[in-house]
């Protein structure tokens, strides 16, 4: 159901906001990271055979990539269709993950590019580093948050029976992929202790995707250039982009969300996008969007902060704006349409346009 917007927003205004501790979230957390630093000694010491140690790691590579490529890149912002085998291993891998379903993950996050850096996103950075990195999910959510929350159109992924079911099912879902299966594994099939089990695939796996994710909403907020778009908060970090692999071209993927690359650069630590890559050499992803060098130079000649290594901001020449906008109107035709559409910000030429002009089929791989 879409709302009133305008009511909402006249509502929004009177505002009256306390930040309220969520006690039994720091409960969770506090037991987290004490498994997982647990976990980390064990490891350093050699306690955690080599076995072990091989299994959490595709433990934690296979649920980051189900987070970045499947609930970030594949169902939020819709940057390529795939098949129903690639959804179902979305389902598990992201599900093997625990940041919560697809559906919450995918609704927080298109609040977060709707409304960035204000109190409408979940994670505002300008709350500071520690909330923007963990300290939003410690406390009840500001009243912006869930009031913005319900205009959020998510009409695609209730059309999803996968994402529906996982939804529904969730905490079945977690106890399997996110806890059973990652500790079940080194017991069964190579006679690990069932606490080694526990505080390296289950509690340090664990610790480190979830940090390794919010980096993105902290350091690639705060720290770094913005060469598509200075007048955002959202920055380039190759450290985020190292970590998280590949979601710290952080000023790129606000300014193109719908590239599957999430960077322009995309293949500096960016193993996702070689992943997405991967998947459309075997026909499992198709329909891959993509920003164009001619859309990238003209926002960052446009909006940049001058340090992309091909601005000339000083000495571009406005008079082909025009020429330059058509030809990519032209070029954007008979696309399909983006979720992110007509009501968001995520424009490519500085002003807003039909939801189908910042769509690109790219069929990088075929
Ligand atoms: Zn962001
Ligand atoms: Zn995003």
């Not at 994670?123 to 923007?132: A, K, L």
């Not at 695609?156 to 992929?177: I, R």
């Not at 790129?252 to 070689?274: I, L, T, V």
């Amino acid at each position: 159901m879409v709302r009133d917007s305008k009511k909402d927003d006249r509502k929004s205004e009177n505002v009256q906001f306390e930040p309220e501790i969520v006690w039994h979230n720091v409960l969770l957390f506090a037991i987290l990271h004490t498994g997982g630093f647990w976990g980390l000694w064990r490891l350093m010491t050699f306690q955690i055979s080599l076995s072990t140690f091989i299994w959490s790691l595709a433990v934690a590579f296979a649920s980051l990539e189900g987070v970045m490529v499947g609930s970030h890149r594949f169902f939020c912002h819709r940057t390529f269709k795939g098949n129903t085998w690639f959804k179902l291993l979305v389902v598990v891998t992201q599900t093997m993950a625990g940041q919560n379903c697809i559906y919450i993950w995918s609704r927080d996050h298109r609040l977060h590019h709707k409304y960035s850096d204000t109190d409408a996103d979940p994670h505002n950075s300008t709350r500071g580093f520690f909330f923007c990195h963990m300290g939003w999910l410690l406390q009840r959510k500001h009243p912006l948050v869930k009031l913005k929350g319900k205009n959020i159109d998510m009409s695609d992924l209730e059309a999803e029976p996968l994402v529906m079911f996982q939804k529904k099912y969730y905490y079945l879902l977690y106890t399997v992929f996110a806890f059973g299966i990652p500790v079940f594994v080194p017991v069964y099939f190579w006679g690990e202790s069932v606490s080694n089990a526990l505080l390296g695939p289950y509690f340090l796996r664990y610790m480190l995707t979830l940090h390794g994710t919010w980096t993105v909403n902290s350091f690639a907020h705060l720290y770094g250039y913005r060469p598509y778009s200075k007048d955002i908060q959202p920055v380039e970090s190759e450290f985020v982009a190292f970590i998280s692999s590949g979601e710290g071209w952080h000023n790129f993927h606000h300014s193109f969300p719908w590239d599957y690359r999430a960077g322009e650069f995309g293949k500096r630590w960016n193993m996702s996008s070689h992943i997405v890559d991967w998947f459309a050499s075997i026909g499992w992803a198709y329909d891959l969007k993509c920003a164009t060098p001619e859309m990238v130079k003209y926002r960052v000649n446009k909006r940049g902060d001058g340090t992309h290594p091909s601005s000339q901001r000083e000495k571009y020449d406005d008079t082909d704006d025009s020429t330059v906008k058509e030809n990519m109107k032209t070029l954007l035709e008979d696309q399909s349409h983006s979720k992110f559409g007509e009501d968001d910000t995520e424009d490519i030429f500085g002003e807003k346009i039909s939801s189908e002009g910042f769509t690109i089929l790219n069929r990088a791989i075929a």
